[in-house]
């Protein structure tokens, strides 16, 4: 499918188990993003990638791994799962810094 | 450091009207771009509208409008003619341009429900 894609949209897990979120995009973009929606704190960044092996910390990183081996994907992974993770995840990408962000349809994710 | 405020939770307006929903932003970066999107109940995050720090002129795309003011550092979406469909978050999101890796900066979101 073209565009930007998020897998699973839905996930049940139990505390302390690893999951890992996945994303891919099919524009070749090089931005993407992985942030996290909680209601009273809308959307806040996790983590982004300028390029491939290229990734940065953003505004809530803890409890969270990323990687980016190829462009169009970046997965996003939880080492050990905490209720507090429990959230929907969203998943951009950009093509520059200057353009807008693409979200794909996110993943609500429950820790038990 | 960057913040986005919108102060409106929840609105409400009567179908075809018009409603302005606020936002106001902090930076100290001459170069920012501001952005509104809309996340219907279904959850998707729908891109609206992209105002610069630089454009001249306010932003419009179709009914949605940017009321951009500088000075006042606000940002404020006008929605005309409002829709049944409109019904929805609205989130206002501003970026530095030239550094912090093209990061969006999220306000809390207002609640917009239209009324037949």
């Known amino acids: 499918d073209a565009g930007i894609t998020q897998s699973p949209r839905y996930k049940i897990t139990e505390t302390g188990r690893q999951v890992t979120l996945m994303c891919h995009q099919t524009?070749?973009?090089?931005?993407m993003f992985w942030y996290r929606q909680d209601l009273g704190h809308g959307l806040r960044l996790i983590y982004y990638?300028?390029?491939?092996?290229?990734?940065d910390k953003g505004e809530v990183p803890d409890g969270y791994v990323v990687s980016r081996s190829k462009t169009e994907n970046f997965p996003l992974t939880l080492e050990s799962a905490t209720r507090s993770q429990t959230s929907v995840y969203f998943c951009?990408?950009?093509?520059?810094?200057?353009?807008?962000?693409?979200f794909g349809p996110g993943t609500r994710l429950t820790v038990t | 450091a960057q913040k986005i405020t919108q102060t409106q939770p929840g609105m409400f307006v009567q179908e075809k009207e018009a409603v302005t929903l606020d936002c106001t932003y902090d930076t100290s970066d001459p170069s920012y771009g501001l952005f509104w999107y809309k996340q219907p109940s279904s959850g998707e995050m729908i891109f609206l509208i992209y105002?610069?720090?630089?454009?001249?002129q306010n932003a419009t795309e179709g009914r949605y409008s940017l009321n951009f003011q500088k000075a006042r550092k606000s940002a404020n979406l006008v929605i005309s003619a409002s829709q049944l469909g409109d019904s929805a978050m609205y989130f206002c999101?501003?970026?530095?341009?030239?550094?912090?890796?093209?990061?969006?900066?999220f306000g809390q979101g207002t609640e917009l429900s239209v009324k037949p």
């Open positions: 105002q610069g720090s630089y454009d001249q």
């Open positions: 524009w070749s973009h090089s931005y």
């Open positions: 999101a501003m970026r530095e341009l030239y550094n912090q890796g093209g990061k969006l900066i």
């Open positions: 990638s300028a390029a491939a092996d290229i990734t």
């Open positions: 951009a990408s950009t093509l520059a810094a200057t353009y807008e962000q693409y």
